[in-house]
């Protein structure tokens, strides 16, 4: 039987545990699909998601801007605040499919005749913002 200052040394030593090991950056998700952040702010945001003219999912009707958004894909314009395209990205990344791009909702929704959306279908196939979403998401 353990005597009591064996049971207190058990318990310290217990305590003590494992040093904490720096294993760098917090992983993604696992099975959360994470292309390349930079072309997201240079590419996807401008010419795909808000672009100037009636097609863009934050301009005028805010369909999903933060304020006033309608789904779970709300969006801050990153125009007064520049870190607002970090957290653009986290929320645009929920809604890919790194296995099936061509799958993603972010890709299916406003496209013609696959998806409902209530903002109505903004592309067709093969046009060049859906493309480009592909060509993005399967990098």
């Known amino acids: 039987m353990?005597?009591?200052?064996s049971l207190l040394v058990v318990f310290l030593l217990g305590l003590a545990g494992c040093p904490t090991v720096d294993?760098?950056?917090?992983p993604p998700d696992p099975g959360v699909c994470r292309p390349d952040p930079g072309t997201f702010r240079d590419v996807?945001?401008?010419?795909?998601?808000a672009p100037s003219?009636?097609?863009?999912?934050?301009?005028?009707?805010?369909c999903h801007a933060l304020e006033t958004g309608r789904s779970a894909l709300r969006l801050e314009d990153p125009t007064s605040d520049p870190t607002a395209h970090d957290r653009n990205y986290n929320v645009v990344t929920r809604f890919l499919n790194?296995?099936?791009?061509?799958?993603?909702?972010l890709v299916t929704k406003p496209l013609s005749g696959?998806?409902?959306?209530?903002?109505?279908?903004?592309?067709?196939?093969?046009d060049d913002p859906v493309v480009t979403l592909i060509t993005w998401i399967d990098s």
């Open 53 to 62: 003219g009636a097609d863009s999912c934050v301009g005028q009707s805010g």
């Open 23 to 26: 294993l760098g950056d917090t």
């Open 114 to 126: 696959v998806d409902p959306h209530g903002g109505g279908d903004l592309f067709d196939p093969g």
């Open 44 to 49: 996807i945001w401008p010419e795909v998601l």
């Open 2 to 5: 353990l005597g009591s200052r």
């Open 98 to 105: 790194c296995g099936s791009p061509d799958a993603s909702s």
